[in-house]
C-alpha cells in the first residue's frame, strides 16, 4: 500500500498507477480488495494535496516576487528623483557662480577700491563718488552673497549626486533579488501546471477503479474505458456548473464569463449579440469553407492575434479545437497557440498554469486572458479573442469584464 503523505510530498510516478487488470487481480480476495481500495484512495488523495501544495507554494512565490519588484521599482523611483535634484542643484549652483562673476566684473569697472582715494581729490563732486562708494558697497555685498550661495548650492548638489549614486548602486542587488523571486516563481507555477495535468490524467481513470471496487461491479474493460470517459465528462461538467452558479451569484452589470462545453473551456459573454451573436440558441454565421492561413515561421504576439483574427464570426462554439469543427474557448487558444510552438492541455485552469502570470501593466498581444473558467487571446489593445458560448462564434471583444489575469507562455 502506498502512503499518501508520500504521494503529497513528491509528484506521483506513473508507475504507482494501478491498471485495469490490478483491479481485476484484487478481486481474488477480500483483503487484496481493501488494499487496492486504500491505495487508490490515498493516490486520489495525494494528487488533489500536490496540487494544494503546488498551488499555495506557487501563491508564495509570486507574492514574493511582486515584493521585491515594487522594492526594486520604488528605489529606482528614488534614484531618480535624486539624480533629477542633484542636477537641479548643479544648475543652480552654476547660475549662481555666473551671476558672481558677472558682478565682481562690474566692481572691477567701477573703480573698485579707487573710490575712496578719488573722494578726497574731487571735492567738487563727492556727492557722486559717494552714491558710488554706496553703491560699490551694496554691490560688494550682493557679490559675496551670491558666491556664498553659490557654495551653498554647490554643496547640495554634492550631497544629493553621493545619495543618487548609493541609491543606484542599491538597485543592482534589489534587481537580482526580483530577478531571483521570478525566477522562482515561475518554476513554481510550471509545478502547478505539472500537478493539474497528473490529476486531470489519472483522477477520472482512479475514480471508476475505485468505483469498481468498493460496488464490485463486474465491468468489462470496454465498460471500464468507458466508465473512466464519462467519469472525466461528468467531472468537467460539474466543475461547469459550479462556475455557472457562481457567476449568477457575481453578476455584474458589467457581462462576465459563462459556462461552457463539458471539455473544461467556460464561455463569457462580451460586448453582448452584436458581437458575433444572433442572440438565440443557433449560430448564425457560416461555418468555416476556406482554408486556414498559416501562422509565419517566427512568433511574436501581433502574429498570435493575427493569426486567430481569421477564426472571428467563422467557427462556432462546441467542445472542439479545430477550425473544421468548433472551438471551445480552451480549444481555441490551444489550437492557435500551437501553431507557434506552444502546446497547451485542455482545461481552462491546466493551461493558464502552464504560463506565467503577469501585471495589467505589462500585458502586450499574444498574451493570453484568464478568468474563472474562461481564457482568450489578448489583442493588445485592451480586447480579446475568444470563443465565447453555445450559439456564437469566436469572437474579438474590444474591451476585458469582471475579474481577469493575464499570463504569458514562455
Known amino acids: 500500500m502506498l502512503a499518501v503523505g508520500a ?51 506557487a501563491e508564495a512565490r509570486w507574492q514574493e516576487n511582486q515584493t521585491a519588484q515594487t522594492a526594486y521599482n520604488t528605489a529606482s523611483v528614488k534614484a531618480d528623483q535624486l539624480e533629477s535634484k542633484a542636477t537641479a542643484a548643479k544648475t543652480k549652483a552654476a547660475e549662481s557662480r555666473s551671476q558672481a562673476a558677472i558682478l565682481a566684473a562690474q566692481f572691477a569697472r567701477s573703480g573698485g577700491n579707487d573710490l575712496s582715494s578719488r573722494l578726497f581729490v574731487e571735492g567738487d563732486k563727492a556727492s557722486d563718488l559717494l552714491y558710488q562708494l554706496g553703491t560699490m558697497s551694496k554691490l560688494s555685498e550682493s557679490t559675496t552673497g551670491i558666491y556664498q550661495q553659490a557654495q551653498i548650492d554647490q554643496n547640495t548638489a554634492d550631497s544629493l549626486s553621493e545619495q543618487a549614486d548609493v541609491a543606484r548602486n542599491a538597485l543592482g542587488a534589489l534587481a537580482s533579488t526580483a530577478q531571483s523571486a521570478l ?83 467556460a464561455g463569457g459573454s462580451a460586448g453582448g449579440p452584436s458581437e458575433g451573436s444572433s442572440g438565440g440558441g443557433e449560430p448564425s454565421a457560416p461555418a468555416p469553407s476556406a482554408p486556414v492561413v498559416n501562422p509565419p515561421q517566427s512568433y511574436n504576439g501581433d502574429a498570435v492575434v493575427a493569426y486567430a483574427e481569421q477564426f472571428v464570426g467563422v467557427v462556432p462554439y462546441g467542445w472542439g479545437a479545430d477550425p473544421s469543427d468548433s472551438f471551445g474557448c480552451d480549444g481555441l487558444t490551444q489550437y492557435v497557440y500551437k501553431q507557434f510552438g506552444i502546446d497547451l492541455p485542455r482545461y481552462v485552469p491546466t493551461q493558464a498554469a502552464q504560463g506565467v502570470r503577469i501585471s495589467s501593466s505589462d500585458a502586450r498581444a499574444g498574451d493570453a486572458v484568464v478568468w474563472s473558467g474562461h481564457i482568450g487571446i489578448y489583442d493588445g489593445q485592451g480586447g480579446v479573442i475568444h470563443s ?21 507562455f514562455l
Do not use: C, M
Not at 12 to 22: F, I, L, Q, R, T
Not at 388 to 403: E, I, N
Open 7 to 57: 504521494i503529497s510530498s513528491s509528484p506521483v510516478s506513473a508507475d504507482n498507477y494501478p491498471s485495469w487488470n490490478d483491479v481485476v487481480a484484487a478481486r481474488s480476495s477480500e483483503a487484496a480488495k481493501e488494499a487496492e481500495i486504500s491505495r487508490i484512495t490515498g493516490l486520489i488523495d495525494g494528487l488533489q494535496t500536490q496540487v494544494g501544495q503546488a498551488q499555495a507554494a
Open 183 to 265: 525566477d522562482e516563481a515561475v518554476t513554481a507555477q510550471q509545478t502547478v501546471g505539472a500537478a493539474l495535468i497528473e490529476q486531470q490524467s489519472h483522477e477520472a481513470e482512479l475514480s471508476v477503479q475505485l468505483q469498481a471496487l468498493t460496488t464490485n461491479l463486474d465491468l468489462t474493460e470496454d465498460q471500464y474505458k468507458a466508465g473512466v470517459q464519462a467519469a472525466a465528462q461528468a467531472k468537467q461538467a460539474a466543475d461547469e456548473a459550479a462556475r455557472a452558479a457562481a457567476d449568477a451569484e457575481a453578476a455584474a452589470p458589467a457581462p462576465a464569463p459563462s459556462s461552457g462545453g463539458s471539455d473544461g473551456s
Open 388 to 408: 465565447p458560448d453555445w450559439g456564437r462564434y469566436v469572437t474579438h471583444a474590444h474591451s476585458l469584464w469582471g475579474s481577469y489575469y493575464f499570463v504569458r
